[in-house]
């Protein structure tokens, strides 16, 4: 397929298109490699699609779901991840589902793994979540001082790594995850900041190397274990190892191998763990929330766990998971390019462009979602939702490429969370400051959330 030649006309139209002036650009670059999130906000009150400069890159800013259903599904096939965002988490990943650029390759490994985060596939891993999870609500309920603060965001990314690997590798936990835990907590601090400042390449980065060593490390033990393991299973890790190139039907190196394991492992708890976090925190600010959630929960299970059929009748819960996913999306910007040349919202969009997608404003479009700083789990009431656009709300993306892992993600907040309110109430410590936000590769509270939590 040739790309259409661009006349005079269509570049007058791309030059229209509302952008940033230079000095807001050139401070910008600065600005961004300490708050990104406000400069891309301000950015965003120039119209639903701008052309501005992120890590000192051009690219175009869009904001209306018009344009995201254009991108993400009416025209995906000429959007690809083949950019700078993309290309920094494949020194990490390499070639995995997540940053692969896309084609035949990703289309074969993406339908390999799609049967186990099927329901089916969810139903047999749930007691495996409750079980875990109540063991870390022991963990809590026998602390020796009641009273004392605890790091929620801490211990549910512990949490969600422990169901994750449980669930989608058949591994426990060990003092050799919580070493993989921090490492990548390190690595993705410094790919977060690289996304703010490209400079220098991360190929460059001593440290970077040495971690991301230490990760092959454990993946590759992990590889090495169950391949000794003569027992025949049929989960995530065995379709990763039987994988192939779909056109010379040949395994995945060792490398190719550990990247798309890497991958998955990361995906399936980053995300997941700081959300579960962020509804915590939202509970705790909200006490007149929590206790909807709490009488919700004790009139649906009547002190059981939860099982899976019983995740549909926790309305409200789930309410309040999507405001809460709505304010403080995990995977909070993604960025695509344009293949050939296009055109989004009246405007030419020339081939190579760089296309970006910031979650947290489009979330917060005061068209769809008026007062959008405000927490009001009210507003995805069925009479609510219906109001929308049903594509202005995508925590997990839209398109082919929507998260693979939204209902195993979706499953595991709501048992977490319905099983905490079951048994405690979230408080914040009095003179605690508002918890911001730290943009990482995914959505992190900056400096943890620290709570109080008390028996029921």
């Known amino acids: 397929m040739t790309a259409p030649t661009r006349s005079s006309k269509e570049l007058s139209k791309y030059s229209a298109i509302p952008s940033l002036s230079l000095r807001e650009n050139l401070s910008g670059i600065l600005a961004a490699r300490r ?26 800013l869009i904001n209306h779901p018009d344009h995201f ?41 993406r339908r390999m793994m799609q049967p186990s985060f099927n329901r089916g596939s969810i139903v047999d891993l749930t007691p495996g979540m409750t079980e875990l999870t109540g063991e870390l609500l022991d963990r809590w309920a026998g602390r020796d001082d009641p009273d004392a603060v605890v790091d929620i965001s801490a211990d549910i990314r512990d949490l969600a790594l422990k169901i994750a690997l449980r669930s989608l590798f058949g591994v426990e936990a060990s003092a ?27 190929n460059r980065r001593p440290r970077l190397r040495a971690l991301i060593r230490d990760m092959d490390g454990f993946v590759d033990r992990l590889v090495a274990d169950r391949e000794a393991d003569p ?26 191998l550990l990247g798309e394991i890497l991958s998955t492992i990361v995906s399936g708890y980053e995300t997941s763990s700081n959300s579960m976090a ?10 007149e929330v929590q206790r909807r959630v709490q009488e919700e929960v004790d009139q649906v299970l009547d002190g059981r766990v939860p099982t899976l059929e019983d995740l549909s009748e926790l309305t409200y819960t789930r309410m309040v998971m999507d405001e809460t996913l709505r304010l403080h999306t995990p995977a909070w910007q993604t960025m695509r390019r344009a293949i050939h ?22 979330h917060r479009h005061p068209e769809f979602w008026p007062d959008p700083d405000r927490f009001d789990p009210e507003r995805f009431a069925p009479e609510n939702t219906a ?29 977490v969370i319905a099983m905490l309110a079951q048994n405690f109430t979230v408080t914040v410590p009095p003179g605690q400051p508002p918890v911001g936000f730290a943009p990482l590769v995914t959505l992190h509270p900056k400096g943890g959330i620290q709570l109080r939590l008390a028996r029921r």
Not at 81 to 107: C, H, I, M
Not at 183 to 201: A, C, D, K, Q
Not at 233 to 250: E, I, K, N, Q, Y
């Open 387 to 415: 109001k929308r656009p049903r594509n202005v709300y995508q925590p997990f993306g839209s398109g082919p490429r929507y998260c693979i892992g939204k209902y195993f993600a979706l499953t595991e907040m709501q048992i």
């Open 231 to 256: 027992a025949e299973r049929r989960d995530l890790f065995a379709a990763l190892l039987t994988m192939t190139h779909p056109t010379s039907g040949v395994n995945l190196t060792r490398q190719e």
């Open 35 to 60: 708050d990104q999130l406000s400069f891309v906000s301000h950015a965003a009150t120039r119209g639903d699609i701008v052309r501005l400069r992120l890590g000192g890159l051009p690219m175009v």
């Open 278 to 287: 962020w509804v915590c925190y939202r509970l705790a600010r909200h006490p």
């Open 69 to 109: 259903q254009h991108v993400l599904v009416d025209a995906h096939a000429n959007y690809d991840k083949d950019n700078f965002l993309y290309r920094a988490v494949q020194t990490v990943f390499r070639g995995g589902l997540v940053s692969n650029p896309g084609g035949e390759r990703w289309r074969t490994r």
């Open 341 to 362: 040349e296009d055109e989004i919202g009246g405007y030419r969009i020339p081939e190579g462009c760089g296309v970006y997608l910031n979650f947290l404003t489009y």
């Open 176 to 202: 050799e995850v919580a070493l993989f835990e921090r490492n990548f907590l390190e690595l993705n601090t410094i790919i977060g900041n690289f996304f703010r400042f490209p400079f220098p390449p991360l």
